[in-house]
């Protein structure tokens, strides 16, 4: 059953710690996002990946990195420069980068700070 | 930049009212795509609008995109208490971008 798992589901942080948000999917997908949404804030974009080896900076990247080394993998690490991380992570794919194609969303990662 | 307003913020309405949700651009939008998010769940793609002026169904969603491409609704005839969610708009930021930006959606509450 092809999908996008996300991993975990709830995670804690304390402060000035490091955590690696994972998304997985095999859907086959060229193209792959990382959204946070906060209440009342809506899917604001922090990076999004259009091809292996390759991304790009979105609307609120500063304080987060990310890879994409494979095509079945995104991953978000949130780095202690993030000084208001806790939020609701979603990730996402499309079949390509093109603003035209649905995206697919995980079921999200909410994040904590201890 | 690019900034897509959706109104209201919330919706209460009683099951078997109808609903509707704007979604507003201060730019020309070449598409405009709609999600819902169920309470403690995650978006899902609905719908698609491309040309200016279409209109299409879904049961009891219909989805419009303006003439002009910088506006869109959605609206539910005789809602459910299947319709709970959250309604998100998401139109291409800018021409060449492959950056959609999401309003911040509408909150829908039904009651039975």
């Known amino acids: 059953d092809g999908g996008i798992t996300q991993s975990p589901k709830y995670l804690f942080r304390k402060e000035g710690q490091n955590v690696t948000l994972s998304c997985e999917q095999n859907?086959?997908?060229?193209?792959m996002y990382w959204y946070r949404q906060d209440p009342g804030q809506g899917l604001r974009l922090i990076y999004y990946?259009?091809?292996?080896?390759?991304?790009q900076k979105g609307d609120i990247a500063e304080g987060y990195s990310v890879s994409r080394e494979k095509k079945e993998s995104f991953p978000l690490t949130v780095t202690s420069a993030q000084k208001n991380p806790t939020a609701f992570y979603l990730c996402?794919?499309?079949?390509?980068?093109?603003?035209?194609?649905?995206?697919?969303f995980g079921d999200g990662t909410r994040l904590s700070i201890l | 930049g690019q900034q897509v307003m959706q109104i209201p913020q919330y919706q209460h309405v009683q099951e078997g009212e109808d609903f509707t949700t704007y979604c507003n651009s201060s730019?020309?939008?070449?598409?405009i795509q709609w999600y819902k998010q169920r309470p403690g769940g995650h978006p899902v793609f609905l719908i698609q609008?491309?040309?200016?002026?279409e209109v299409k169904k879904q049961k009891r969603l219909t989805f419009q995109f303006g003439e002009a491409k910088k506006n869109s609704s959605l609206h539910i005839t005789a809602t459910q208490t299947t319709d709970v969610g959250t309604y998100f708009c998401?139109?291409?930021?800018?021409?060449?971008?492959?950056?959609?930006?999401f309003g911040k959606g509408t909150k829908l509450s039904v009651i039975p």
């Open positions: 996402a794919s499309s079949i390509s980068g093109q603003a035209n194609q649905p995206q697919h």
């Open positions: 859907l086959n997908h060229d193209a």
């Open positions: 990946s259009q091809i292996v080896n390759d991304f």
């Open positions: 730019t020309t939008l070449s598409n």
């Open positions: 609008l491309v040309k200016s002026g």
């Open positions: 998401a139109g291409l930021k800018g021409a060449g971008s492959y950056q959609l930006t």
